[in-house]
């Protein structure tokens, strides 16, 4: 009988979020949207039944191309509204959010139209768009100096990396498993941390969040996230030129693994130099990281993936090292070398025919959605980048899942109609799934 109370008065309070959450959707402020759908989801009775439900209500949501509690309030505002606004009250709704939406329309096609590329949007990092007025130097490019002591690391790395191809089918199925999911872990710290949310900003993450991005960006030990976020926009402002850290002009090698073992263009550095970082530099968890990079690296990408396997399950010290640590460590940076390589190279324009970056789907996949590349170069501030919201797209799931959990917010979408004028000017005429 108690248990009943509770849950009547659990199923009493999400009805009143709802209307709250309509209330609020009516009169246009979507404040508190986080909040609510959070309630929501923690009011559905917490039986055993429920939890499938519950994990229906997490995943039908996270395809979804808009925010996910954007999303999920809206779908809630709607079914509260079919049963307790009267019609007069729900028409008044409708030509209120026509209104805002005209009003937001024209902003958008605004941004198409300011000559940077055309995808700017109002609050993005200028950083991050493509620098029309940026020309090479003259006369001779500066001869390219071999770093020896990084080609020495990569090959041994490589090495090792293929020698733990050979442990593998030793290791236990646990191994192979926690090798899966350290995997999963640093390459989130590098799409969803270091490349989505630090580079381009194109949501909003609160401190648990950062913390967790930050160790799990060290795990994948790509360089610290203010260096890592620093080339790229460098990357983005300045693409295949002598100014791109990995120019993909200069060949598939050079973008992939050999603009590691060379010394800078002068100019990468000096455009480096002079690009707008305060937000890098503002941000306490991208200090630390910086501050305590290489303890933080030992620690998480080495020492945390040799010893949980030794420590819980009893493999041997000489796989966990070899396989979850090296070969998964290996794995990573090639998946994101793949979309600076082969993105750069192979695979259709849809949105724009005019730069070098292609839909590559191999890339979307090893690099868990990093491959939608002619869009996101496109439109870099997209936080899901691409137009398919989770397909093939698990760093987009990610980020929805944490947005629907209240610990991240505010993602940056591109409107429908503005990808298809844009297409329509710049595409090549191909089809959009890459
Ligand atoms: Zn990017
Ligand atoms: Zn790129």
Redesign the pocket.
């Known amino acids: 009988m108690a248990s009943f109370q509770i849950h009547a008065w659990k199923w009493k309070c999400c009805v009143r979020s709802v209307r709250y959450v309509s209330r609020q959707q009516s009169s246009g402020s979507c404040a508190h949207e986080e909040q609510l759908c959070r309630l929501f989801f923690f009011c559905i009775p917490p039986q055993p039944e429920n939890i499938s439900t519950r994990l229906a209500f997490l995943f039908c949501f996270s395809s979804s191309p808009t925010s996910l509690p954007f999303a999920a309030a809206h779908s809630i505002a709607q079914t509260a509204a079919a049963t307790t606004m009267t019609e007069a009250e729900a028409s008044e709704t409708t030509k209120k959010k026509k209104q805002q939406q005209q009003q937001q329309q024209p902003q958008q096609h605004k941004c198409d139209g300011n000559g940077s590329n055309g995808s700017v949007a109002p609050e993005a990092p200028i950083e991050d768009v493509f620098d029309h007025t940026y020309r090479e130097r003259e006369g001779p490019k500066p001869a390219s100096v071999i770093v020896w002591k990084n080609v020495l690391l990569m090959s041994v790395l490589h090495a090792g990396a293929a020698y733990g191809v050979f442990l593998v089918p030793s290791a236990s199925p646990l191994t192979l498993l926690w090798s899966v999911l350290c995997f999963l872990i640093s390459a989130l710290g590098v799409t969803a941390g270091a490349h989505r949310l630090w580079s381009h900003r194109s949501y909003k993450a609160s401190l648990p969040l950062r913390i967790f991005l930050g160790a799990a960006n060290s795990m994948a030990f790509q360089n610290d996230i203010f260096e890592w976020a620093r080339d790229h926009r460098v990357?983005?402002k300045y693409?295949e030129t002598d100014a791109d850290p990995h120019n993909a002009v200069r060949g598939f090698f050079f973008a992939h693994i050999g603009w590691l073992m060379v010394r800078k263009h002068p100019d990468v550095i000096e455009k480096g130099r002079k690009l707008e970082l305060s937000d890098l530099l503002s941000d306490k968890v991208v200090m630390f990281q910086r501050k305590y990079y290489k303890p933080s690296v030992l620690l998480m990408c080495f020492f945390i993936p040799m010893s949980v396997p030794w420590y819980l399950w009893g493999e041997s010290l000489w796989v966990a090292y070899f396989v979850p640590a090296l070969l998964r460590y290996t794995l990573v940076l090639n998946a994101t070398w793949l979309?600076?390589s082969a993105?750069?190279m192979w695979g259709n324009r849809p949105y724009d025919k005019t730069i070098n970056?292609r839909e590559n789907k191999f890339v979307t996949f090893s690099a868990i959605g990093e491959g939608y590349?002619n869009y996101?170069?496109t439109f870099p501030y997209d936080y899901a980048t691409s137009e398919f919201g989770c397909k093939l797209n698990l760093t987009t799931c990610f980020i929805d899942s944490m947005c629907f959990l209240g610990l991240a917010r505010d993602p940056k979408r591109v409107s429908k109609e503005l990808v298809q004028a844009r297409m329509q000017r710049t595409g090549d005429g191909s089809p959009r799934s890459g």
């Open positions: 990357h983005h693409s979309v600076n993105a750069h970056p590349h996101h170069h």
